[in-house]
């Protein structure tokens, strides 16, 4: 039963990660979830390089210098990786959805705040899907941040759920 309401509370997390706008919103639930089931226990260690080198794109942003994974963990039943990172003297949070190439990186700082960033792993391919293409942004470029983008990229996680869905 237990492992029932974990992939449960696993799935609504996918769903939070597309539709909420509130980035602590979604962080704070995966906390629940990681602090209060069985979700680490029945995680395995894992590497994943490509997650590394996302996660590292976003860290230049961030601090200009690359995270050192502490440990990175899969849970298979919800085709989900997630673990903490090092970024500087910072300590680092992500989860990243394997089956529908999103997840969340969040990195804290000593006084509480926090830096949130969606990622995704997916590549682009010839046509145009609505996701925003091209080179990470400048710091204050605002390009990624356009209303239209954000509801573009929800839809194009949205459809990557359904798909998803329909494997299983």
């Not at 990681?34 to 996660?55: F, G, H, I, Q, W």
């Not at 997630?82 to 000593?110: N, W």
């Not at 145009?128 to 400048?138: A, F, K, S, V, Y």
């Amino acid at each position: 039963m237990e492992h029932k309401r974990l992939a449960e509370q696993v799935d609504q997390l996918k769903e939070l990660l597309i539709n909420e706008q509130d980035f602590t919103r979604i962080k704070n639930r995966f906390f629940d979830i990681s602090s209060r089931t069985p979700l680490v226990a029945e995680s395995k260690r894992c590497k994943d390089e490509k997650l590394v080198v996302a996660m590292n794109l976003v860290a230049k942003q961030i601090a200009n210098t690359n995270v050192k994974v502490m440990e990175l963990l899969k849970y298979e039943a919800g085709s989900m990786l997630h673990g903490v990172f090092q970024l500087g003297s910072q300590l680092g949070s992500i989860f990243y959805f394997t089956d529908i190439d999103a997840g969340l990186m969040t990195v804290c700082d000593f006084s509480g705040t926090a830096v949130h960033s969606r990622i995704s792993l997916a590549e682009a391919d010839d046509e145009d899907d609505g996701m925003p293409t091209g080179d990470l942004p400048e710091a204050g470029d605002s390009r990624l941040l356009k209303p239209e983008d954000k509801l573009r990229m929800r839809r194009k996680l949205r459809e990557r759920l359904e798909r998803s869905r329909k494997k299983h």
